[in-house]
């Protein structure tokens, strides 16, 4: 027999809990009764890490076992570019020079490896190798920097260019994805009908094609307007436009006749020329035919009848016309005419007038008199009693109810109509006999109680008293609720609602609006939290929304003053929990966020420290550019400030907020956000914010330049607009090298297709995937005409030549210096044109192009361009004084790098003059053999003189640019009393203004005591910083008026023994009179020595009417008395309740204060009462009342206690119990004791410290 070991049976139920079911039963239904006992495994399962296993080698079997073994991830790629298409020839040994240097800069980038090999053709062999997406990125890259592009023109005629175009450049949009080139048009303005394709050879033929297709189709086209008077639009129309259908179908063209409404004379029809020609014929034929055979009258029918001859959408007007061949024409809705005139062949004339009359006369409107509260009744259940009326007559019948009115409208076939009319009447006529209604005002919050859960209440009195209650839906917020039915039984019903109603006013239900987010936090782990809120107040019930309704309403629902006290409590939580979890992201450009950071984390660090925020910056690896701030609300602001004010002082940015319907805001960003990156990046790089999604919120925000800003606005306004009327989008490859050739210099190229065409064309970005993918987005018909545009440029930029032009050898430094930066530039901007420059030394003037022969005759234009603008330089001076360079040129001297830009020219800024030099340049130059010369002040100085490179028109607009950068002054006067105001606290306020108006505010200093405040800045800003300014004085004038009139005080005597009363509780009722009136209410110190003066200070209107408040409560103090009851000690806690409950409710009801005696007091019966003198007699008898019924209880409590002895015990002995028993436990095997459940070693409580011990259970771990 196996040893057994004792354990308790509550550790037993609560590991055999942890069993297999099938064990217990297995257990329970044994016989034997060893095997009701089990092995100590099976009461206490090891751990898996534990368990010993059986062969060490065998592998357990599972879905591990079957995972599959992974593959390499690296991949190796080879291409080759053939010696014509290689931009690189020339090169001096292997390995060296720009191409090596290229490919150094792929693999850094790309993290690609790149092995360049030679061919015998003098090919180039590329193996790329590594992570695919490395190794695509890297491909891309080669492509585009180390292979050429082609061109080629067609000529079509300058009129058809529009229709390559298409509606906002979407046709060429959708021809240049589709050709995969790039397609210029020339500009309206420009006389030439050349189009110019720059691509692959295949895309600029598929382009080619397609251009001469759309000018073909172009050619089979027209378009005819012909004049005809709008009375004879229906016979060329016919009868449900039989007559134009079968016109446009046997011609073949589109015939457009404006309807009925529009009145104008032009039918419009398109088609092909001969058969437009054909159905302009058969048209006038019609019409000659009409005009000369018919003739017209004139009769007069009721304006009120003119809809029935027209009948339900104009189909009356066309069965007349389509059996008598007669037009009928009706004066407009508008009009006050009568007049309706009848058109066609006189023998036909007789018959439609007859059908005329027919029609206005087969309908009649009347009316009954029911009084509108009725309506519902004759109406009935889903509309029965009107069927039982209606559904017998032969003709239907309009029958109309209006609200509030005490009418019923009918309107049909006139004797049906006089039918209806009679069977209505008798049916009013018995409702008014036997049916009353009545109306009550309950307050809208009571009215989800008195319809009970599930309508349970209000059906209940529905059917008890056979009556109708309608009581208004919460989006009505009316408090009247109607009740309709036998007369009796309103009054009954009536009765029982408004006792109902009286019940709940003692009660209050209230919703907090708490943000869903925190309901968790509120309720805590296992509702540990909430359960402490609610034994906090137990008489209120609070109620969470579901989890899944995310909603943020929490009700309270309770006594009055107990509800009101948890909303606070929980607000006071929220409060808390809002304050420290607030979040703003802050989008700052990824090249300050170093400057944001500072050096050594110097400036985020303070920041931190400052505002007590928390300030994470993206992976300096990330392309995200947003920083998040997390704190209090107040702190986290004032870091974004300082963060923002960063920026600001590093680059001109400025911040436009657009309203964009929130449904719109996931199509306008695109997948992965491609549709907004890519206006970001064609707007220079601004910031567009979108709000979190669900938030509710259409405001996006934009930042960046102020130029940038507005274009970025157009695009994203414009492109909303898009996507709200349709939107389509289209796809198309072209080679990564053609991308900027398509784009063109400055998007010029890409913003012409867009603007014929009207689509959207994006272009890959750096870490997309796919490099050759286009995407067009825009309406249908301009993605179309945009995709065949870019098919087009694509086409031709396959078609390689050679071309030459000639260039002066002294301009060729120009183009060769800086490693050949500029032939770089230009073979980027041209779709990878290759132009060779004769050698070093020679004196040939010829200069070799090849590529694209679209990308060669831009690039050859632009050469010519450069050439021109070297051949027309000229150098001018431009003077402003030194103290201004360093503003004129900006936070790195972005603001003239920006004009340098934009004027093409060459601007260098004079050596910075050092004081001391200044002075001794003064003196040397001043001073001839003691003699001081006078210096001419119309000559500048040297380091003011700064020069300006460029053709001379582009000279002279780039030094008005920078004059226009000099800041000036003006001088306004503020009263000196304000200026501390105009600062702000730390200078918040004149920061403020600084920032918005970008200007310089000097406020003299204190001592001076001037008026005068000095603005400086650009010219263009200062006159709405004067205004700013003046405004602002304007304001704080009001305010110091509005100061005055708040600052008027009224003093009024009360007695002292009065104030606490007028303080009330925890100060609830002075508060809530400072709270209604606007005032601040001071009662006097314990050192005053008027202390019955208590002084209102605010508006004067308002004291008084505080006075007033204060007054009356004082009045009914005075009114009040206190009498003295004595009740017995032994049922004061029955009367005070639980928790005070009893009492207060006393209290309320009777209106009244009671004091009970504090323990150790002299008299402990007596109780003081305090009130008006009815209230206190009547609180006096309940109190007595309830002494008499609670002192029977006590008697007889009392009486028991006298008589009973406590009951003796007697110990039987306990049965002894086996405890709970295990089968083969580890301690069996050994000498030692099994563990002793009492021991504080075996089995220590927390916090004890036990001796080591050692036993069969193993080492202790700790």
Not at 37 to 48: D, I, Q, S
Not at 112 to 121: F, G, N, Q
Not at 527 to 538: L, Q
Request: charged fraction near 30%; glycine fraction near 6%.
């Amino acid at each position: 027999m196996s040893s057994v070991a004792v354990l308790t049976p509550e550790s037993f139920a609560e590991h055999r809990s942890g069993l297999d079911e099938q064990q217990v039963k297995a257990n329970v239904g044994s016989e034997d009764e060893t095997d009701l006992v089990p092995t100590y495994k099976e009461a206490f399962p090891p751990l898996p890490e534990k368990a010993a296993s059986g062969d060490a080698t065998a592998e357990p079997s599972g879905a591990w076992t079957k995972i599959r073994p992974l593959k390499s991830s690296l991949i190796t790629q080879v291409f080759h570019v053939p010696l014509e298409e290689r931009k690189y020839k020339e090169i001096n040994q292997f390995g060296e020079g720009d191409q090596a240097k290229i490919c150094l800069d792929i693999m850094q980038k790309t993290a690609a490896h790149i092995e360049l090999s030679l061919a015998k053709d003098q090919g180039l062999s590329i193996m790329v190798s590594g992570k695919l997406e490395a190794v695509m990125k890297a491909r891309k890259e080669i492509v585009a920097k180390l292979q050429t592009q082609a061109s080629a023109t067609v000529a079509i005629p300058k009129e058809h260019h529009r229709f390559v175009i298409g509606k906002s450049g979407e046709k060429l949009q959708e021809l240049e994805l589709k050709t995969a080139t790039k397609i210029q048009i020339p500009r309206p303005e420009d006389p030439s009908n050349q189009i110019k394709i720059t691509g692959t050879k295949e895309g600029i033929e598929k382009a080619r094609h397609e251009i001469l297709l759309i000018s073909a189709e172009q050619d089979k086209r027209a378009v005819e307007r012909i004049n005809i008077e709008k009375v004879y639009h229906p016979f060329i129309a016919g009868p449900f436009n039989k007559v134009s259908g079968e016109l446009m179908q046997e011609t073949g063209t589109r015939i457009n006749i404006p309807p009925p409404s529009v009145m104008k004379n032009e039918i419009v029809i398109t088609g092909e020329k001969e058969q437009v020609a054909q159905a302009v014929i058969r048209i006038k034929r019609i019409y000659e035919d009409k005009k000369s055979k018919t003739t017209t009258i004139a009769v007069e029918v009721k304006k009120s009848q003119h809809k029935y001859v027209i009948g339900p959408k104009g189909n009356s007007l066309q069965e007349i016309l389509e059996r008598t061949g007669v037009s009928v024409e009706i004066p407009p809705s508008d009009s006050n005419s009568e007049t309706v005139i009848l058109r066609g062949e006189p023998d036909k004339l007789g018959q439609a007038l007859t059908e005329v009359y027919a029609k206005a006369n087969s309908f009649t409107v009347a009316s009954v008199s029911a009084p509108s509260w009725l309506h519902r009744f004759i109406i009935g259940k889903k509309g029965q009693n009107l069927s039982r009326i209606t559904q017998q007559m032969p003709k239907q019948v309009y029958i109309e109810f209006t609200d509030g009115e005490d009418k019923i409208c009918l309107e049909g076939p006139t004797k049906e109509v006089k039918l209806v009319q009679e069977q209505i009447e008798i049916v009013v006529q018995d409702l008014v006999n036997r049916m009353d209604y009545t109306e009550l005002t309950v307050d809208p919050k009571f009215h989800r109680h008195l319809i009970g859960k599930n309508g349970t209440n209000i059906n209940r009195i529905k059917d008890q008293y056979k009556v109708l209650v309608r009581i208004p839906p919460d989006n009505e917020k009316s408090n009247l609720i109607r009740i309709e039915g036998d007369p009796q039984g309103v009054q009954d019903a009536k009765k029982e609602l408004l006792e109902l109603a009286s019940r709940m006013e003692n009660e209050r239900t209230k919703d907090l609006i708490i943000e869903h987010r925190f309901h968790r936090t509120i309720i805590g782990q296992k509702g540990e939290t909430v359960k402490e809120i609610r034994d906090k107040f137990p008489e209120v019930i609070i109620n969470f929304p579901d989890p899944n309704q995310k909603s943020d309403i929490v009700q309270l629902r309770g006594p009055k003053n107990e509800v009101e006290k948890c909303a606070k409590f929980l607000s006071k939580i929220v409060a808390e929990l809002v304050e420290n979890s607030f979040t703003v992201s802050v989008p700052i450009f990824k090249q300050f966020h170093k400057n944001i950071i500072g050096k050594g984390g110097a400036n985020i660090k303070k920041i931190r420290e400052e505002t007590n925020t928390k300030i994470d910056l993206p992976a300096e690896n990330s392309n995200s550019e947003l920083i998040v701030i997390t704190g209090k609300k107040p702190n986290c602001e004032v870091a974004r400030t300082r963060i923002l004010a960063i920026q600001k002082e590093l680059a001109n940015i400025t911040e436009v907020e657009v309203s964009i319907p929130a449904k719109l805001h996931n199509s306008l960003i695109g997948a992965k956000g491609r549709f907004v990156r890519s206006i970001m990046e064609e707007c220079g790089g601004v910031h567009i914010h979108f709000p979190t999604e669900g938030s509710g919120s259409e405001t996006v925000t934009i930042r960046g330049s102020t130029e940038e800003v507005d274009k970025a606005k157009k695009q994203l306004l414009h492109l909303a607009e898009e996507k709200q009327i349709k939107n389509h989008t289209c796809e198309l490859r072209a080679k990564p090298e053609y991308h900027k050739f398509l784009i063109g210099r400055g998007g010029a190229n890409i913003r012409k297709v867009r603007d014929n065409t009207g689509a959207r064309i994006i272009f890959p970005m750096a870490d997309d995937k796919e490099q050759e993918l286009i995407t067009i987005v825009g309406t249908e018909e301009a993605v179309a005409e945009a995709q065949k545009e870019l098919e087009i440029l694509i086409k031709n930029l396959d078609e390689v030549i050679e071309d030459a032009m000639t260039v002066d050898p002294k301009h060729h430094r120009y183009f060769v210096i800086r490693r050949g930066q500029v032939l770089r530039d230009i073979a980027d901007e041209y779709g990878g044109v290759m132009v060779s420059f004769p050698r070093t030394g020679t004196q040939s003037d010829k200069v070799t192009l090849k590529g694209a022969k679209d990308c060669v005759e831009a690039a050859k234009k632009r050469m010519q361009e450069i050439v021109e603008d070297l051949e027309a330089q000229v150098t001018m001076e431009c003077v402003i004084t030194q103290k201004f360079h360093r503003i004129v040129m900006g936070a790195k001297g972005l603001k003239v790098q920006q004009i340098t830009k934009d004027h093409s020219v060459l601007i260098k800024f004079p050596e910075r003059e050092e004081p001391q030099a200044a002075e001794q340049q003064v003196h040397e130059n001043g001073e001839t053999n003691g003699e001081v010369k006078e210096v001419d002040p119309s000559v500048p100085r040297k380091n003011d003189i700064i020069i300006i490179s460029g053709r001379k028109e582009r000279c002279e607009a780039a030094r008005d640019a920078l004059l226009a950068l000099v800041p000036v002054s003006i001088e306004v006067g503020v009263p000196y009393d304000l200026h501390r105001y105009i600062i702000g606290q730390k200078g918040s306020g004149i920061r403020k203004m600084m920032e918005e108006y970008e200007v310089n505010i000097a406020v003299p200093p204190h001592e001076d005591q001037s008026d005068i405040i000095k603005i400086t800045g650009l010219a263009s800003h200062l006159d709405r910083a004067r205004e700013g300014l003046l405004e602002r004085v304007k304001e704080l004038q009001m305010e110091q008026e509005d100061r005055a009139l708040r600052s008027f005080k009224l003093t009024i005597a009360v007695d002292p023994r009065y104030h606490p009363k007028i303080i009330g509780r925890k100060g609830a009722v002075i508060t809530q009179i400072r709270i209604d009136h606007d005032v601040n209410v001071q009662f006097p110190d314990k050192n005053d020595e008027n202390q019955d003066q208590i002084t209102i200070i605010g508006y004067e209107k308002n004291t008084e009417a505080a006075k007033k408040a204060i007054m009356k409560i004082v009045s009914e103090l005075e009114e009040m008395i206190s009498e003295d009851v004595a009740v017995n000690h032994k049922v004061h806690a029955r009367i005070i309740g639980a928790r005070g409950k009893g009492i207060r409710k006393i209290m309320e009801d009777f209106k009244v204060d009671i004091r009970f005696p504090q323990p150790g007091a002299e008299d402990l019966d007596r109780v003081t009462v305090t009130g008006l003198p009815e209230n206190v007699d009547e609180a006096i008898d309940h109190l007595l009342n309830l002494e008499e019924e609670y002192m029977s209880d006590v008697v007889e409590n009392e009486a028991m206690q006298a008589y009973l002895k406590p009951a003796s015990r007697v110990d039987e002995p306990k049965a002894s119990s086996k405890g709970f028993v295990v089968r083969d436990a580890p301690w069996t095997s050994s000498t030692e004791k099994a563990p002793d459940m009492s021991s504080s070693e075996d089995f220590p409580s927390f916090g004890a410290p036990v001796a080591p011990k050692t036993s069969p259970w193993g080492p202790k771990r700790f």
